[in-house]
T-cell receptor, first 114, second 112 residues
């Protein structure tokens, strides 16, 4: 089946620094990718929809200047957490989906800001 | 306003028995439903899906039932195995695009 690869799987960074997370669709072209965030024992919360070649669409309450999304090609979307703070520590997951099919998820990235 | 709800946060069953996970939705525009399984610190993995034109889909030990009039779907796992212990999310999508709306998840524990 289709595979979505997310990297890194785990990152620890200092408060105030920026972290980039990559999401690649390995065997299909994804014009749209999605970025989710999951807090402990909670559901997946959609942060933004990443559109290839155009600006991302952010969900209400998500700071676009803090969570920068770039979808420069049909197989790569990146999420950059800028000026990270401890409250940004979370599990971030990307997904890509072909129309009318199931979505495939990346392995997730555990971000810890110290 | 939660459009997809999983009212049971946890479920415990004995190995070999049936596990039934439930999901309710409110948006009548949803036409495609999916179940995902998630282990801690990993991304969700797809289990099974169903289109709104069907009321049942079966894949091995997993069967999904859809009741459109009740806006309810359920995932049956039989027989349940200890390796099935995980968090299960139902998700729904409509003709508005590729976006999935997730339920809150149900933690399934299968006891040996």
């Amino acid at each position: 089946g289709a595979v979505v690869s997310q990297h890194p799987s785990r990152v620890i960074c200092k408060s105030g620094t920026s972290v980039k997370i990559e999401c690649r669709s390995l065997d299909f072209q994804a014009t749209t990718m999605f970025w989710y965030r999951q807090f402990p024992k909670q559901s997946l919360m959609l942060m933004a929809t990443s559109n290839e070649g155009s600006k991302a669409t952010y969900e209400q309450g998500v700071e676009k200047d803090k969570f920068l999304i770039n979808h420069a090609s049909l197989t790569l979307s990146t999420l950059t957490v800028t000026s990270a703070h401890p409250e940004d520590s979370s599990f971030y997951i990307c997904s890509a989906r072909q129309p009318s099919l199931e979505a495939f998820f990346g392995q997730g990235t555990r971000l810890t800001v110290v | 306003d939660q459009q997809v709800k999983q009212n049971s946060p946890s479920l415990s069953v004995q190995e070999g028995r049936i596990s039934i996970l439930n999901c309710d939705y409110t948006n009548s525009m949803f036409d495609y439903f999916l179940w995902y399984k998630k282990y801690p610190a990993e991304g969700p993995t797809f289990l099974i899906s169903i289109s709104s034109i069907k009321d049942k889909n079966e894949d091995g030990r997993f069967t999904v039932f859809l009741n459109k009039s009740a806006k309810h779907l359920s995932l049956h796992i039989v027989p349940s195995q200890p390796g099935d212990s995980a968090v299960y999310f139902c998700a729904a999508s409509g003709n508005a695009g590729n976006m999935l709306t997730f339920g809150g998840g149900t933690r399934l524990m299968v006891k040996p």
